[in-house]
């Protein structure tokens, strides 16, 4: 069970946080041991737990995080009176929760990355690896500004390929909502005027006709089975198989396909460069690499050239026997193996993928707005022609 306390150190600075304990009486002896001074104890609700410990620590807090700490490390503070005091000032309460509980795993005696690494779904994979690796190098500060690079560029990686999909997603619901909301509200009474006239209705109008008479008439029943499609391709989504197959299927996408799959490689060059400086063994590196893939599909292709590599096969050559991989990286991480500068191959080969995922994702906005216009003017166009067509030809009827 957790409870909340609120209390004062031994050096009479108030802090808050929360224990895991199986009573009440076990949570103040915790505290005790601290020789802490209790001024509140109460045990946290189910819901209040769940809001708190659910999910990852955002990414910008965390980098924030890691240089601050980094920074009172190298002026001469200790470890725990720096957790406190980011502790204190952080504006994310879920890593001020998580930095308390840190805090009393330290003092107890264990490891930062012990302590870390009990929070494994909070932090990154390889954060509490690389702290372990800080800590017996005596190199802290240096591996968490390592580490605040590694979350920057992973960062701006993610917010440039979601920047370039927002505008053209943007126009493509505006625009559908702006099409349905004619056809529903909008030309349904025009419609029917036409309807009442005895005259031969151009092609264009009777479509029209048609299809707000269905709306009119069906409407619930499409919005019915829109959120039943969309519901059940989301629990499809979430099963195994579903993944599998949206994954296998967005690589056959034109230019979508690419960006996955170069965001990929550039991510994993990116996290084995810095794993193979920090002193980590290459098959280690690859546990952890294949662990962060997203992707089934590349996640599969590299848990079959981990398991190649640790049979003494390398790794270049595994990655050539398989499509998926792109040439250039497999020539790089063969030149790597032979030289022996992979950590820096794969530095240059992150920043490669990164510059082409930047350009892939230009290319794929370029070609999705003048798309998109195309679309929205024939809809429009089609909308335009139908309505406008009758009007001629009963006027003509008229004169």
């Given at each position: 069970?957790?409870?909340?306390?609120?209390?004062?150190?031994?050096?009479?600075?108030?802090?808050?946080?929360?224990?895991?304990?199986?009573?009440?009486?076990?949570?103040?002896?915790?505290?005790?041991?601290?020789?802490?001074?209790?001024?509140?104890?109460?045990?946290?609700?189910?819901?209040?737990?769940?809001?708190?410990?659910?999910?990852?620590?955002?990414?910008?807090?965390?980098?924030?995080?890691?240089?601050?700490?980094?920074?009172?490390?190298?002026?001469?503070?200790?470890?725990?009176?720096?957790?406190?005091?980011?502790?204190?000032?952080?504006?994310?309460?879920?890593?001020?929760?998580?930095?308390?509980?840190?805090?009393?795993?330290?003092?107890?005696?264990?490891?930062?990355?012990?302590?870390?690494?009990?929070?494994?779904?909070?932090?990154?994979?390889?954060?509490?690896?690389?702290?372990?690796?800080?800590?017996?190098?005596?190199?802290?500060?240096?591996?968490?500004?390592?580490?605040?690079?590694?979350?920057?560029?992973?960062?701006?990686?993610?917010?440039?390929?979601?920047?370039?999909?927002?505008?053209?997603?943007?126009?493509?619901?505006?625009?559908?909502?702006?099409?349905?909301?004619?056809?529903?509200?909008?030309?349904?009474?025009?419609?029917?005027?036409?309807?009442?006239?005895?005259?031969?209705?151009?092609?264009?109008?009777?479509?029209?006709?048609?299809?707000?008479?269905?709306?009119?008439?069906?409407?619930?029943?499409?919005?019915?089975?829109?959120?039943?499609?969309?519901?059940?391709?989301?629990?499809?989504?979430?099963?195994?198989?579903?993944?599998?197959?949206?994954?296998?299927?967005?690589?056959?996408?034109?230019?979508?396909?690419?960006?996955?799959?170069?965001?990929?490689?550039?991510?994993?060059?990116?996290?084995?460069?810095?794993?193979?400086?920090?002193?980590?063994?290459?098959?280690?590196?690859?546990?952890?690499?294949?662990?962060?893939?997203?992707?089934?599909?590349?996640?599969?292709?590299?848990?079959?050239?981990?398991?190649?590599?640790?049979?003494?096969?390398?790794?270049?050559?595994?990655?050539?026997?398989?499509?998926?991989?792109?040439?250039?990286?497999?020539?790089?991480?063969?030149?790597?193996?032979?030289?022996g500068a992979l950590d820096s191959n794969m530095d240059t080969l992150a920043i490669f993928y990164e510059e082409e995922v930047d350009r892939a994702v230009d290319a794929?906005?370029?070609?999705?707005?003048?798309?998109l216009t195309i679309f929205i003017g024939v809809l429009v166009g089609f909308v335009a022609v139908a309505v406008i067509m009758p009007m001629y030809s009963l006027m003509?009827?008229?004169?």
């Open positions: 069970m957790a409870y909340r306390y609120v209390a004062y150190t031994p050096q009479g600075e108030k802090t808050e946080g929360e224990v895991q304990a199986s009573t009440e009486e076990a949570a103040e002896e915790l505290l005790w041991d601290q020789d802490y001074l209790i001024v509140s104890l109460e045990e946290t609700s189910e819901r209040e737990g769940l809001h708190l410990f659910g999910g990852k620590i955002a990414t910008r807090d965390l980098i924030v995080f890691s240089r601050q700490f980094a920074t009172l490390i190298e002026s001469g503070i200790p470890i725990v009176r720096a957790l406190h005091l980011l502790q204190e000032q952080t504006e994310n309460r879920r890593l001020e929760q998580i930095l308390s509980e840190v805090v009393v795993d330290v003092q107890q005696g264990a490891f930062l990355s012990q302590a870390i690494l009990k929070h494994e779904n909070a932090f990154p994979m390889l954060y509490g690896r690389l702290i372990a690796v800080g800590e017996r190098a005596g190199n802290l500060e240096m591996v968490l500004r390592q580490l605040a690079t590694y979350l920057e560029k992973e960062e701006a990686l993610v917010h440039k390929i979601r920047g370039a999909m927002a505008y053209p997603t943007f126009v493509l619901v505006v625009a559908l909502g702006v099409v349905l909301l004619m056809v529903i509200v909008a030309l349904p009474p025009l419609m029917e005027l036409f309807s009442t006239f005895d005259a031969q209705l151009p092609l264009p109008t009777r479509m029209l006709i048609a299809i707000t008479d269905f709306f009119a008439v069906y409407k619930f029943h499409v919005l019915g089975g829109l959120i039943a499609v969309v519901a059940a391709g989301a629990i499809f989504f979430r099963t195994e198989t579903g993944k599998a197959f949206f994954d296998r299927l967005f690589l056959k996408v034109p230019l979508v396909g690419k960006i996955i799959v170069q965001g990929a490689v550039a991510r994993m060059c990116r996290s084995i460069a810095t794993l193979l400086r920090a002193g980590i063994a290459l098959p280690e590196i690859m546990e952890m690499v294949i662990r962060t893939q997203s992707n089934t599909v590349i996640k599969e292709a590299l848990s079959e050239v981990h398991t190649e590599l640790l049979q003494g096969e390398g790794l270049s050559d595994p990655m050539g026997e398989r499509d998926i991989f792109p040439p250039m990286l497999v020539q790089m991480v063969r030149v790597g193996e032979e030289t794929l906005s370029g070609a999705m707005t003048p798309a003509g009827d008229i004169g």
